[in-house]
């Protein structure tokens, strides 16, 4: 039976009944994000035959995140997932440590963590409060589990919440191709999070509290 509808990675719109219906394009964000949380960018999830799909090109736009939040005064946070023993992200192990470089500073941070919620049992959500953080861009990996449970909390923090669209990945579930994966992850998190195409449309600022 043919699919009434398929998903597709062309932007601005789908098929359905084959039959191409457009979609307005996500806008740029409505302001600048006082802070950047990269979420496990992690050399198990970015390098070698495990990392996720288009890994090299998800990597030059976290980096050019990172550049832009730096360049801003804006705070960074570096969220690095200590796995379990075995895992791919094991503490000690190549996969644990992180791909982009991080220039520890008073704005910028790595925050360990042991589970999906970047804010559960970390100092992340403290950090943001000391320094009058409001807004924050979330980008990295996995888009349903990390990326999607911090994205939540920071929602529950009062935060607004700049999500964008090419800036987290994830892998393929079954026959189900990783780009849905991650688009599925955005629609749970409902119409609270401000989403954008690219991440080349999140600007930056500095905190007032810095």
Known sequence: MKDRE??????GGFVRDGIWHSVP???AATGPAQALILVDAQRAFLTGSDAVPDAEELVERLSALLDRARAAGALVAH???DGEPGAADEPGTPGWELHLPVRLSPDEHL?????????EGTALGALLDERGVRRVAI??????????????AALEHGLEVVLPRDGHATYGLDAIPASVVSRVAEHALGSDPEFVLSADAVAFTA???R
Not at 111 to 119: A, L, M
Not at 139 to 152: I, K, N, Q, R, Y
């Open 79 to 81: 969220l690095r997932n």
């Open 111 to 119: 925050v360990p963590k042991d589970g999906d919620d970047g804010f």
């Open 139 to 152: 980008a990295g990996v996995l888009s349903e589990m990390c990326v999607s449970a911090t994205a939540a």
């Open 25 to 27: 394009p996500l806008p």
């Open 6 to 11: 398929t998903a597709s990675d062309a932007p």
């Open 207 to 209: 905190p007032r509290g």
